[in-house]
C-alpha cells in the first residue's frame, strides 16, 4: 500500500484524533480507530504510531487502548485562552442536572457535527450513556444536533442535508432527510429538540439551542434519562427550563470577549 503524502495526511490525522477524542476518558480500541475513521489497519496503526511518537495520543501498555496524548492537552491550553467557553457555561449544566435530577449536557456545534464539551451526571440511578463528554454526532442527530440544525438558517440547514445523504445509512430511517426536516420543524415550533429514543432504545433526550452574537446556534444545552421519566408533561417542564437556561447562556457568552462569530464554527 503506498504511503499516506501530503495534504491527505492531514486529514486523516484528523479523523484519527477526532476518533481518539470521542473515547474521552476510556479511550479506543485500535478497531474503534479503524471502525470510525474507515481507515484501512495498517493505515491507521501507521498513523497512530507516528502521533504517538509525537505525543499527540498516548497508549495503555496494559490494555492496548489509545487516549489523547500530553501534546495535546499543552496545544489545548494554549487555543483555550480563544475558544473555550466552557466556564462560562459549566454553572449552567450543573444547574439543569440538580433541578433535573437528569444528566445534563452542553455541545458545540463544529462545522457539520456537535461535539459534547461538557456532562454532568443527574441524581436519578439510571441514566442514558448516548452522550459523554467528547462524543460527536452529525447535525440532526441526537437532542443537541437537532436543536443547532433547526436553528441555522434555511440554505445552510438545506446545503448540509443535500451534502450529506447518508445519515439514514448510519443512523436508520430515522434520519432520512425527510424525518430530521420534520423533526426540526417540530423543533422550531415548540422551541426545544426531542430525541425519544432514536439512538438507543429506551434513553430519551431534550435540547435547546445557544445563540452567538451573529444570532446563529452555535451550541446546544440537552438533558438526557431514561425514556420513563419524560412523560409529556414533564417533557414541557424540562423544555421550559431548557429554553429559559439556553436564554441566559446565551446571553452570557454573547457578552463574553472570548466568544466570537465565525463562519459556521463554533467555540470548542
Request: positive net charge.
Amino acid at each position: 500500500m503506498d504511503a499516506v503524502k501530503g495534504a491527505q495526511v492531514v486529514s486523516r490525522v484528523g479523523l484519527v484524533l477526532r476518533a481518539i477524542s470521542a473515547g474521552a476518558a476510556a479511550g479506543v480500541a485500535g478497531s474503534e480507530v479503524v471502525a470510525r475513521t474507515g481507515l484501512t489497519r495498517p493505515t491507521a496503526h501507521r498513523l497512530l504510531s507516528a502521533l504517538a511518537a509525537e505525543g499527540l495520543v498516548d497508549q495503555d501498555s496494559r490494555t492496548g487502548r489509545w487516549f489523547a496524548g500530553p501534546e495535546l492537552y499543552f496545544l489545548g491550553s494554549v487555543a483555550a485562552t480563544r475558544y473555550d467557553v466552557t466556564d462560562v457555561a459549566r454553572e449552567t449544566v450543573r444547574t439543569l442536572s440538580a433541578r433535573t435530577g437528569e444528566s445534563a449536557f452542553f455541545s458545540a456545534r463544529r462545522g457539520d457535527e456537535t461535539v459534547c464539551l461538557i456532562g454532568e451526571e443527574g441524581s436519578f440511578p439510571l441514566r442514558s450513556f448516548v452522550l459523554h463528554e467528547g462524543v460527536r454526532f452529525p447535525l440532526g442527530v441526537a437532542s443537541a444536533g437537532l436543536a443547532i440544525l433547526a436553528f441555522l438558517p434555511a440554505p445552510q440547514a438545506d446545503a448540509y442535508l443535500r451534502r450529506n445523504p447518508q445519515l439514514s445509512e448510519a443512523w436508520g430511517n430515522s434520519h432520512s432527510p425527510a424525518a430530521i426536516r420534520f423533526r426540526a420543524e417540530q423543533t422550531r415550533r415548540q422551541g426545544y429538540a426531542v430525541n425519544p429514543g432514536l439512538i438507543v432504545e429506551g434513553s430519551f433526550g431534550l435540547a435547546a439551542a445557544v445563540f452567538d452574537r451573529a444570532g446563529e446556534p452555535a451550541w446546544a444545552l440537552s438533558v438526557t434519562g431514561v425514556e420513563s421519566r419524560f412523560a409529556a408533561e414533564r417533557q414541557r417542564e424540562i423544555g421550559a427550563l431548557l429554553l429559559a437556561q439556553a436564554h441566559e447562556l446565551s446571553k452570557r457568552l454573547q457578552a463574553d470577549l472570548r466568544t466570537q462569530p465565525r463562519s459556521g464554527a463554533a467555540s470548542v
